[in-house]
């Protein structure tokens, strides 16, 4: 069943938060990003500084944008039991767009917060401490799934540690992926979308090695 458009409040909440973006990306572009304040950031998205607060901790995470982290709750907790389907990379890409459903992007600020963070070594730096720590979450969470639910493999710590790390990273690489089609797609569809399809092109590439 397809998800239910989001309500009025929902929109606005969403048109909010791409407002602050887009301002604090455009004095960062016009005038370096150490010229970003919080002021101005909500002076030009017409908000308040404490309506800034309530969407972004920092000046720095508005110009950086959403951090990914895996959900909480059932959709975790099916994958760490071995679900939904048994199949490693393809339950891994199911608990994945789960995370990039909770993604509030636009195509429009893709190209902006790259000329940004190219400009800002400082910004680069916490960007990518950010995508390390996520890759971690995943290996953490793939590691207990073997562990319950490959014996073998958890009594010797060095193959489940290589295994879930390579099972990691290649879902990062899945998910770079799907940033590159979706950013680059002039078609309307979602980045959770884009996302499941590499994750279906993935499954293909390794069905057919292993053939």
Not at 46 to 74: I, W
Not at 104 to 115: I, P, S
Not at 161 to 175: G, I
């Amino acid at each position: 069943m397809p998800e239910a458009a989001p309500g009025l409040r929902e929109r606005k909440r969403r048109a909010t938060r791409l407002a602050i973006q887009q301002a604090a990306l455009r004095i960062a572009l016009d005038s370096g990003w150490s010229a970003v304040t919080v002021d101005e950031v909500a002076r030009r998205a017409d908000v308040s500084p404490r309506t800034f607060f309530n969407y972004f901790p920092s000046k720095e995470q508005a110009l950086l944008g959403d951090d990914p982290t895996l959900p909480t709750g059932p959709a975790l907790d099916t994958f760490r039991a071995g679900g939904p389907t048994g199949e490693l990379l393809a339950d891994l890409g199911t608990l994945l767009v789960h995370t990039t459903s909770e993604l509030v992007e636009e195509r429009g600020l893709l190209a902006e917060r790259q000329r940004v963070l190219r400009a800002a070594p400082e910004l680069f730096t916490r960007r990518m401490a950010s995508m390390k720590e996520f890759q971690a979450e995943i290996e953490e969470a793939v590691t207990v799934r073997l562990t319950a639910t490959e014996p073998d493999l958890a009594a010797d710590p060095d193959a489940l540690r290589r295994r879930a790390r390579l099972a990691s990273v290649t879902a990062l690489a899945a998910l770079r992926h799907a940033w590159w089609e979706w950013s680059d797609s002039a078609s309307e569809t979602e980045l959770s979308e884009e996302l499941q399809r590499s994750f279906d092109e993935l499954g293909a590439l390794v069905s057919r090695s292993l053939v």
